[in-house]
């Protein structure tokens, strides 16, 4: 063996090294990178509904109150020409529902994470959606595009809710 086998040999090698090093490095970086990505995730969500958690909450609870109802309680027809008529009321419900839309937006475009927003208060959404849904459904005979990304947000916290409720059920089965 010559010294030019020898020196292309440990060239070589050392480009291998050097190769493995540059591709364990960006590993590192994008694993660093997607943790960021996942923490800034959480506070936005944290912090989207918090922005919006106690006006969503007063608002609902002023239109209840208005309508003579209990958290509990659907809308009839009556309650729903009460408010059309009622421009303030109107405003109200336009605004808790775009609160809703807002978060939509938010899980679509990966801004917000849709497991705390489930644990936050996934069933206060879809509880609110369900109440509003006929005037929903009326709205769109303006425009089919009337609130359909919290369509698809609340049938995904609906489907995560009964994963996680059927988990539980598991769980509290198996400690038996």
Aim: hydrophobic share 40%; no cysteine; aromatic share 10%.
């Amino acid at each position: 063996m010559n010294i030019e086998n020898i020196t292309s040999i440990i060239t070589t090698f050392a480009t291998v090294i050097s190769l493995f090093l540059v591709l364990h490095q960006i590993w590192l970086a994008r694993r660093g990178i997607e943790a960021d990505h996942l923490r800034r995730k959480k506070d936005a969500t944290f912090n989207g509904f918090n922005l919006i958690r106690e006006d969503f909450r007063q608002l609902n609870n002023e239109i209840l109150e208005a309508l003579e109802l209990s958290q509990d309680s659907n809308l009839d027809e009556s309650h729903f020409t009460k408010i059309r008529n009622d421009h303030i009321l109107l405003g109200k419900l336009r605004t808790i529902l775009s609160y809703i839309e807002r978060m939509a937006v938010g899980v679509k475009h990966d801004i917000y994470d849709l497991n705390i927003l489930v644990d936050l208060s996934g069933t206060v959404f879809v509880r609110t959606y369900d109440r509003y849904l006929p005037y929903i459904l009326e709205s769109r005979d303006s425009s089919t595009t009337y609130y359909r990304e919290a369509d698809d947000f609340i049938k995904q916290l609906r489907s995560l809710r009964k994963i996680r409720i059927s988990e539980i059920k598991s769980e509290r089965l198996s400690h038996q």
